[in-house]
């Protein structure tokens, strides 16, 4: 290994301005940004001895092919402009949130025109005002359930609502008094918005105002001897005070703040976050940090504020307080306080909690951070080590010059010759990397050689021209994974594999090579994972290259391999359901709701195709003249 960098810049070239720089690779994908005051001091540490860096930084220098930066004016544009690159570029090598989606929030559709208070787990809807998180599924759904007693805002599916109205008929809830029912009428929109509003406002901190406000009307209703409303007043004053004995108070000057603990070590960090409204605790959220970099804690600090209340497109962000309470200051904090000031449209107040309550709860969120930490080192520690020793026994085993960090793995998958697909599955740093998934439809082929070709010389010509983008070549963009076709997602596919993977032996490694030399993509490396024996083919040699068994470098080849098959497969079963669809649709008397109760009564085409014509006539809108016809058009 070199202990100099080829393409190191000279000292005096790099200015001492604020700005922010990037690392990027020789395909000139972005590996890392950072923001310096100082752009000369910054830089300089990352051009000492190689011997003398961190594991991980040393890692992240020898990949790069090139530094650049941008000088700005002041450190809180560079802050900004850090932000704004590392959303925009997700660089392999900065700091990774891992959210505790686990956990369940309380939710109000106030984008709706009659708003639905509802539990859910999902912080990216629209139009949605979040409560919470709650560390536990019950206390969330006791909360829902005592306050719509109060306020009977909807809670019912949009479904649900609709055949109500239409129906012009209540559903349990309204007629026990949890709905104020504006689907029939009971209130008007106006109205219902006004119930959901005062949820809202007693859920944000609202909520002694609110009690205080139900028990004068309970003493002016009791002295007009409306003896009825009292009553009810009363049960209301009841719900609510059985809310707030469920919820901690940890200060008694109704303090609204954030506060953070953060346990850290050289591989992770671990964060927990207390979020206290009205000087009760409404919340706790955990996230899980890898640290491809050494950080410090301060850094980190900058880090999680910014992925903690930084507005994202689509989603609901985390309300910034009037107090921030962090267990170090970040480096630059008069910056960030400012970002955090815009962003709330007022005053912030970032501090450290030095006595008192609040230093006491501050110390329990870093009790928290530091137990998160220890549970996710015992869970993962195996995993981490794993993945390194199976990249870096790829890399010894293939000869390859550096590890491999970006992996691509293709498998074809057909029926009988027909509906022929293939899949692209990519995996980073050995993690899947589900958004960067591709699927191909592949029309005329004569065998799995000529489709692996076919399929090879598609993708490859992305790394030469990335706009050329073709309706059977799909991204999987979601946990469905449906595709989807956008400029965004296109550009990933410009990023250069470290190794190529085919699912077959020596033939289909020498027609992707074929594929290779053809594209006039230069420096590719591919090979073959045939499933027999589990060995590994280079192109054009006679024997294959044997893994030990039980090793980590060959599971990891197993785990790509096995998950391109099951993209493939899960594409090749749509295109078929889709196509016998198709096929039965154009049958005189057959419409898509009837086609659709065929697949469901069955259970899938194969099943259909075996069918007599008896068991299609079982099917509810199905005759018997109907059901031999299907027989005949499915057997020809």
Known sequence: MANELSFRPKTGEIPTDPGVYRWLDANG??????????????????????????????RMVTSAADVQWTIVKTEYEALQLEFTWIKEFDPPFNVRFKDDKSYPYLAVSIGESVPRAFITRNRELKGVKYFGPYT?????????????????VRSCTKGVYQRAKSSNRACLLGDIGKCAAPCVSRVTEPEHKQIAKQFIEFMAGGDLQHVETLRKKMHVASEEQQYELAAQYR???????????????????????????????ELAAAVSMFIVRGGRIRGVRGWVIDKELERDLGELVEYVLQNV???????????????VIVPV?????PEVTRWLADI?????????????DKAALASTALTNAKHALMIYKTRRSSDFTARADALTGIQKALNLEAAPLRIECFDVSHLSG???????????????????YRRFSIENTTDDTESIYQVLSRRLKYLKSPELETETDQVSTNTDEAASITAETVNKFAYRPSLLIVDGGLPQVNAAQRAIDDSGVPGLTVVGLAKRLEEVWRPGEDFPVILPRATDELFLLQRIRDEAHRFAITYQRQKRSSSISSTLIEIPGLGEKRVNALLKHFGSAKRLKLASAEEISEVAGIGPILAQEIVQTLFS
Request: glycine share 6%; charged share 30%; hydrophobic share 40%.
């Open 29 to 58: 994908r972005v590996l890392y940004v950072g923001k310096a005051k100082n752009l000369r001091a910054r830089l300089s540490n990352y051009f000492g001895p190689l011997d003398s860096l961190h594991e991980r930084t040393r």
């Open 136 to 152: 536990q599924a019950w206390a969330v759904r006791e909360t829902l359930d005592t306050l719509l007693k109060v306020y009977p």
């Open 235 to 265: 049960d209301d004053v009841e719900a609510l005070e059985t809310v707030l004995e469920k919820s901690t108070v940890v200060f008694s000057d109704q303090t609204d703040a954030d506060l953070f603990g953060i346990a850290d070590d």
């Open 309 to 323: 209340y930084a507005p994202i497109d689509g989603a609901e962000p985390q309300e910034v307080p009037k107090e």
């Open 329 to 333: 200051m970040p480096a630059d904090a």
């Open 344 to 356: 709330r449209g007022k005053k912030v107040d970032l501090h450290i909690a030095q006595r008192g």
């Open 418 to 436: 027909t509906n022929v697909v293939a899949s692209m599955v990519v995996f980073e740093d050995g993690l899947p990397k589900k958004d960067h």
